[in-house]
Structure formats: structure tokens, C-alpha cells
């Protein structure tokens, strides 16, 4: 197989399947081979691996591995948040996913799925305009969150379901997703007058590498091993989810590895410290997501707030038939407004026809209009 790159700096690579239950192992144990897997693994994480294992590079890995070797692949890649998905294509279920999975993870199942079989498979069975979608109430798909609605309308719409919408839930916290039919349209003036509190998400890559340009800032460990400062994963009703990074040492008095130490008074559980395998930014930032994610999960089964979720964003404007100028910005995705989006010096003078503006989300990008051309539920900004 190809070692083929996805969205998100995914790998494939094969390796055995790793059993769901004790039940599966028992029915296939006699079998005369052991049933094969597809994994989706961060390029980082199997850098490192290959490392341990004793390879020079990875293309010497991938070259010469043997199955047996990478055996517990999969367990260590997604307890360090590097694992996408594992495909089983002669067991059920096909798919084994991380307990908690990113909208990285998600798109690069999505580009896996179109270029396998059974992609094929479930584009046939999907009806294009459902009368009721999946897991449906009524019309519509209920999902926890607006944010994790729009990694399940990228998905579906991937596969093939047109006119999908996504949209807070009245004044609830859930979003629900939603075929768009042409009969009914929904009206920015229909929209609730939010006065909820901002559930505050930090861009994990952009919170890495903080961290590790501040980590002369801290205290000294006994060993002096380096400390960042104490610096916000997320913030609501002034609480924090703060999170500090320890330079761990090898025995060449090298930077070897980090610890990452997590406070989340949000939730008010017990302090948690995670080690990483390497020291790069990426793998920083897959460990900040995790857990900002795992940190949310458990918030919302217990809430009883009424919360504007506010996500980190790209804010794009496209001038003259092609030029894209980028730039960050914040988003609020219950009232849909675009706001602190951050100026990029000395570009006016040369540019003339404004063609197009968006932002990207994660795993989805969305036209973004001046608020007084609002009319149906659009992003907008001030």
C-alpha cells in the first residue's frame, strides 16, 4: 500500500488489527490469519516511533517494518492524540475511532473514504436530499454543539447530501443540522438576542509555540529543567483551563521530551501532567487539542449555562480575480459574528475589486458579509 499523506499531516500505514472486545478475539482466534488494519497516524508520532524502534529515517521504516514490530502502533498513537482512525475492512465494525476525535481527524477520514471502496458503499445507500437524517429528530440532526456540527455536515456532505445547514438551537447550546429545501429560510431577525457567557477556545498551535517561547519565563525545576508560564487553553465565566510547559531533560543534558501541566478550574477536576514523546510544536499542539477537547466534553454533559461559544478562525478576502490576503480573527458561532480580525499592514495600495470574503472553521469554510447586508442567517462582521 501507498504510504498516501491526508489532511493533517496523517500517514497511512498497515499493521494488524487490534480486536474490539474479548468477544471478537474469540471468534477469530482460530482464524488462519490475523486480520489486517489501515492506520491514520500523525507523521510526528511515527517519526518518533521509528526512532524507537531502532530505524535511521522513516523511509527506512516504512521500507523495512514488520508487523509484529508495530503491534502496539495503534494503542501509543492514540493515547498521544496522534491516531485518526483504524480501518478494518473484513471486521465489523470497519472503523475504530479515538474516544475523542478532532476536525483534523475527521477530514482526513473523509479524504480516506474517498479514495476506498467504501466510500462507494455508503454514497449508494445515502439518499441525496434524506427526509430523515441520521440519528434525526424530525428534520433535523441534534448535536451537542454548533462547533461539532460542522464537522458532521463537512462530513456528510463529503459524501454526497446537498443543501446541509448548520445553526444554533434557539436559545440552547446545541446546534442542529439541517436540510436546506428552498420552503424555509431562516431570518437573522428570527435569531435569539444573545446574553450568554463566551466559552473562550485558545488556537492550540498558535498556544505551543507560546509555551515554548516563554519557557524562560517560569520557575526552575530541582533539575533545571526550564518552566513556561501558566497560560489560558480556555476560558469561561472567568475560569480557566491553564496549562504550563516542563522542559524534560535526556541524559546529554539535551531538551529530550516535555511535561504538560494542566489546571482546569472550569471543571474544577485534578490537576492532570501528560508527557510527550518529542519536542516539536505539532505534537505540543496535538496534546493541547486533546485535552481542550476532552475538557469541553465534560463540561457540556453537566451545563446549565446559556454560552456563546467563541473558536479561533482564518479570515480570508480574495481581491482581483485571485489575490487571498489571511488573517486571524475570532468567531462566535452563536450569534455568527466575526470579530478581532487582525490587520494586514501595507497590502491596500495594491489591491482594487474585493471578489469574495470567508473564514475557515475547522473542517469547513463559510462566506462571511458587512452586517447591514445580513439577511438570512449569514456571518458577519461589524
Same mark, same amino acid.
Request: net charge negative.
Given at each position: ?108 477520514? %473523509? ?54 445547514? %448548520? ?106 501532567? %501528560? ?31 446559556? %454560552? ?75
Amino acid at each position: 500500500m501507498e504510504n498516501k499523506k491526508l489532511t493533517g499531516g496523517f500517514l497511512l500505514i498497515e499493521s494488524y488489527a487490534q480486536w474490539e472486545n474479548d468477544k471478537e478475539w474469540e471468534t477469530n482466534r482460530y482464524d488462519d490469519e490475523r486480520p489486517t488494519a489501515i492506520l491514520a497516524v500523525k507523521e510526528w508520532f511515527l517519526q518518533k516511533f521509528a526512532e524507537e524502534s531502532g530505524y535511521g529515517s522513516l523511509d527506512e521504516f516504512f521500507g523495512d517494518y514488520t508487523w509484529e514490530t508495530i503491534d502496539s502502533l495503534q494503542a501509543e498513537a492514540e493515547t498521544a492524540a496522534a491516531l485518526a482512525f483504524a480501518y478494518r475492512p473484513t471486521l465489523v465494525p470497519h472503523f475504530q475511532f479515538p474516544d475523542v476525535m478532532t476536525a483534523e481527524m475527521a477530514q482526513a477520514l %473523509v479524504e480516506f473514504m474517498e479514495s476506498e471502496p467504501i466510500y462507494e458503499r455508503i454514497t449508494k445507500a445515502l439518499p441525496q436530499n434524506p427526509v430523515k437524517p441520521f440519528a434525526a429528530i424530525g428534520d433535523n440532526i441534534i448535536v451537542p454543539s454548533v462547533e461539532q456540527g460542522r464537522v458532521v455536515a463537512s462530513f456528510l456532505s463529503a459524501l454526497g447530501v446537498e443543501a446541509l445547514m %448548520v445553526s444554533p438551537m434557539g436559545d440552547e447550546n446545541r446546534g442542529r443540522i439541517w436540510v436546506n429545501t428552498g420552503d424555509a429560510e431562516v431570518s437573522a431577525e428570527d435569531e435569539p438576542v444573545t446574553s450568554g457567557i463566551p466559552f473562550i477556545f485558545a488556537d492550540c498551535t498558535g498556544l505551543a509555540i507560546q509555551l515554548c517561547g516563554s519557557l524562560e519565563d517560569g520557575p526552575v525545576t530541582e533539575n533545571g529543567e526550564r518552566c513556561s508560564e501558566y497560560l489560558d487553553l480556555m476560558t469561561f465565566d472567568g475560569k480557566a483551563f491553564k496549562v504550563q510547559l516542563i522542559e524534560r531533560k535526556g541524559n546529554d543534558g539535551k531538551p529530550s521530551y516535555y511535561s504538560i501541566h494542566f489546571i482546569d478550574d472550569i471543571n474544577e477536576t485534578d490537576c492532570q501532567l %501528560v508527557d510527550t514523546k518529542g519536542t516539536s510544536v505539532e505534537e505540543i499542539a496535538d496534546c493541547l487539542k486533546l485535552q481542550q477537547n476532552m475538557a469541553f466534553s465534560q463540561w457540556e454533559k453537566t451545563r446549565d449555562e446559556n %454560552v456563546e461559544v467563541i473558536v479561533p478562525a482564518k479570515f480570508v478576502s480574495v481581491w482581483d480575480g485571485g489575490t487571498l490576503i489571511e488573517a486571524g480573527c475570532k468567531v462566535n458561532l452563536k450569534t455568527k459574528e466575526v470579530f478581532d480580525i487582525e490587520v494586514v499592514e501595507d497590502v491596500a495600495d495594491m489591491l482594487d475589486t474585493l471578489d469574495e470574503e470567508y473564514i475557515v472553521l475547522p473542517g469547513v469554510k463559510e462566506a462571511v458579509i458587512p452586517q447591514d447586508e445580513r439577511e438570512n442567517g449569514e456571518y458577519w462582521y461589524r
